[in-house]
Structure formats: structure tokens, C-alpha cells
């Protein structure tokens, strides 16, 4: 299963407002696939698959090293320079940074090996996460440690990922929202996974939404909602 997402597009050339954003689902180290590999549809042991696979390799890296190109039942592997000179007879002097020299592995897939792949992978559709963005988890009263019950006055206590912002931004801070908004205006610390504020002293008894608005790259502004309302009395 190939997981996507839907991103906003940044780049100038595109007009289409998103763009495809590929999730793999998981990351198979050599030791896994060799254990894939021998689970019941071979009689070759893991140790001659281990063998066989390092010499594949070993052998691979000698063709490359000799300048070829490397035809494999899947597509073909080759090395390719990269780089700037300052002079036709300038020597390649690989890992020189002026220009850049440098030796890259590229895989050049077989299209029809490729496209046979493409109509056996079903692809599904999920959510864009922000890891940037704030998340809220959970909000007690600092005096009287219960959760999502505090008095006008008193500080609360929110827990959290990528709570941390300046709290001399008016824009930015903890509210509590019920039709209107009212931002905490004392904070007794701001973390990361933390925020102590002050309920206003001046809020009405009643159930509030509590809000948090951060700017993590200190241009856009970013917020997340406590999932449950907090009671005010």
C-alpha cells in the first residue's frame, strides 16, 4: 500500500494549487528483505541468499568502479560526474567543492518492469499532518491539579507538542474561545511540551475552547484545539 497526500504547491512553474506528496509505509532494512525472502517460497537458505546478495553487490560495485553500466532484471545502475571546470584540460578531482566535482549512483528503471509494479500497487489517500504545527493533549489546573476545570485567575497547566511561542506576540499566545476570544495574558512558562497561563481574571463562568496559536518559521500563524472544553466557575 503506496500512502499519499495532498500538499500545498510552492513551485513557480506549476499553476495547480497542490501537489502529490508520496508516505512509504515502511523502511526495509537488508536484514528483513533477506528474512522476507526465505519465508516459504524458496528452498535457498538465508545464509546462501546472504551470499548471493553480497557477492550481487560486490561484483556490482566492480562493474561501476570500471566505468560501466549495470543491466539488472528491474533496470540498470551507472555512475554519473557532475561538476564545473575552469579550464578545458582542468582535471576531474572527485570531491572538489569550487565546482563541485562529484560521483553520484543513479537506477534507471525498465519501464515495463515499472509500470507492471504501478498496476499491482494500490494506493491510498491520507490526511496531510503539519509536524510544525502545535498539537494540544491534555489541560489542568495548576492549584488544583484537575483536569479541564479551572477559576478565572488561576493558571492552567497545557501539555502538548510544539507549544513554544513568543509571548510578547499579541498574535500569537493560549485562548479561550466561546464566541469570543480571550487570550491568557500572564504566563508563567512557555515550552515546547508545556504552557503555564493565567485564565483572565475578567472570564465569564461558562465552557471554553482552548486555543493555542504558535508561528513556528516566524511567519505563519499556526493553532490547535484542546479536543474537550474546558470549565470556567
Not at 13 to 39: C, G, I, W, Y
Not at 183 to 211: K, W
Request: hydrophobic share 40%; aromatic share 6%.
Amino acid at each position: 500500500m503506496l500512502k499519499i497526500a495532498a500538499i500545498p504547491n510552492c513551485l513557480p512553474t506549476v499553476k495547480k494549487p497542490f501537489m502529490v506528496h508520496t508516505v512509504n509505509r515502511e523502511s526495509v532494512s537488508f536484514e528483513q528483505l533477506v528474512d522476507r525472502m526465505a519465508e516459504g517460497r524458496t528452498t535457498v537458505s538465508k545464509p546462501d541468499i546472504v551470499a548471493n546478495m553480497q557477492l550481487l553487490v560486490e561484483q556490482l560495485f566492480q562493474e561501476l568502479a570500471n566505468g560501466a553500466a549495470v543491466k539488472l532484471p528491474i533496470g540498470t545502475f551507472y555512475m554519473c560526474a557532475s561538476g564545473t571546470f575552469d579550464a578545458i584540460d582542468q582535471p576531474f578531482v572527485y570531491g572538489e567543492g569550487d565546482n563541485g566535482h562529484d560521483l553520484r549512483l543513479h537506477f534507471r528503471a525498465n519501464r515495463a518492469e515499472e509500470i507492471g509494479m504501478a498496476r499491482l500497487m494500490r494506493v491510498q489517500r491520507e490526511p496531510l499532518i503539519d509536524k510544525t504545527a502545535p498539537r494540544l493533549f491534555s489541560a489542568e489546573s495548576v492549584r488544583t491539579d484537575e483536569e479541564l476545570v479551572a477559576a478565572p485567575g488561576d493558571f492552567v497547566r497545557v501539555h502538548g507538542h510544539h507549544l513554544k511561542f513568543d509571548k510578547a506576540d499579541p498574535a500569537l499566545g493560549l485562548w479561550f474561545v466561546n464566541g469570543s476570544e480571550h487570550r491568557a495574558g500572564q504566563y508563567a512558562s512557555v515550552e515546547p511540551s508545556t504552557v503555564i497561563a493565567q485564565v483572565p481574571p475578567d472570564l465569564e463562568p461558562g465552557q471554553y475552547s482552548l486555543v493555542v496559536r504558535t508561528s513556528p518559521n516566524e511567519k505563519d500563524v499556526k493553532e490547535s484545539r484542546l479536543p474537550d472544553p474546558v470549565s470556567v466557575a
